[in-house]
């Protein structure tokens, strides 16, 4: 007689975050993003690092890291969590890289974009919806997003 046996567990989709709302003028610049410059999330029970296209990004200006860039966040203590720090939007889809080295990335410091699709990090380095607050100090220095 056969039997059911279930299946493996399945996981939760995972797949990349698209933020820019048109392609057209966009402006992009190549960073190298440490890999100390991300919270570890799980993913399927393993802790990797996961970098999401449309997350706000910032220059790192103290530390082992000081020139390179990682997410803007309200927890950082390195020059990241400053507002005249943010270089732009992250624009290179890194699903597991950062959890073993640095890399280069395109950022995007001049476009229009969806501001619902795109992230910075709270105090509790936990991935939250792009506030006003921090879409509009951008605008107050070097870039120049438009927001839908």
Do not use: H
């Amino acid at each position: 007689m056969a039997d059911f046996v279930k299946g493996p567990a399945y996981r939760t989709p995972f797949g990349k975050n698209v933020f820019l709302r048109s392609t057209q003028d966009v402006k992009v610049e190549s960073y190298t993003f440490a890999s100390g410059g991300i919270p570890e999330e799980t993913v399927d029970g393993e802790q990797v690092k996961v970098l999401q296209p449309g997350t706000v990004v910032a220059k790192i200006t103290s530390g082992g890291d000081t020139g390179k860039i990682g997410v803007f966040s309200a927890a950082a203590t390195d020059g990241r969590q400053t507002a005249a720090n943010i270089v732009g939007i992250n624009q290179t889809f890194l699903p597991w890289q950062l959890t073993e080295r640095d890399v280069e990335v395109g950022v995007v410091y001049e476009a229009t974009v969806t501001q619902a699709n795109c992230f910075e990090y709270d105090v509790g380095d936990a991935r939250i919806a792009l506030t006003n607050g921090t879409r509009d100090a951008m605008n107050g220095v070097s870039v120049q997003m438009i927001f839908v």
